[in-house]
């Protein structure tokens, strides 16, 4: 996908075979060795397409190109070392807590929330949604980094930007 993406020959060739009523996620996939009844399936729902790192248009022509997303083209136009630099690449960088859990005191779920998180990334949990709101300045982000050092997790701050 990323060839087709970024190597004009291999754009050229995906466009031939799109001309000639190849699909094109079906094609990618046989390319990558899966059996030709199955190949458009395992490219549709490869890890790639569902975290939103690549994904295919069609133009008003009908054509199908891969669109590789900012994140990806991000990571593959800086190639950090693998670990903790690409994850920092694709989602942003480590939010460092400033403050101590002690400093919260005055939240009653606190340590409910430490506790929380701490069991989710034990368990390696699929997800975990905690919503804090109040006005601007008083202190949220810093109770999420809070909370997240203290259950020992790394937080990355992603959403506070988009494109």
């Known amino acids: 996908m990323i060839a ?28 990558a060795g ?28 009908g054509e199908v190109t891969v669109d590789v997303r900012w ?3 991000r990571l593959l136009d800086r190639a ?20 101590a859990l002690d400093d919260f005191a005055h939240i009653d779920d606190a340590d409910f929330l430490v506790r929380l998180l701490a069991g989710a990334a034990r368990e390696r949990a699929a997800g975990i949604n905690i ?16 909370i997240a050092a203290a259950a020992g997790i790394d937080l990355h701050a992603i959403g506070e930007a988009d494109d």
């Open 131 to 146: 919503l804090v709101h109040g006005p601007p300045g008083t202190g949220k982000t810093e109770f999420a980094r809070t």
């Open 71 to 73: 994140a990806l083209e």
């Open 80 to 99: 950090p070392a693998a670990g903790i630099a690409m994850i920092d690449t694709l989602v942003g960088v480590r939010q460092p807590a400033s403050l």
């Open 34 to 61: 899966a059996d030709p009844h199955d190949a458009e399936r395992r490219v549709r729902c490869s890890t790639v397409l569902r975290l939103g790192l690549v994904g295919f248009v069609a133009n008003r022509q």
């Open 4 to 31: 087709c993406d970024r190597l004009p020959r291999v754009a050229a060739l995906a466009a031939v075979a799109g001309l000639h009523g190849h699909d094109l996620p079906g094609l990618l996939g046989e390319l």
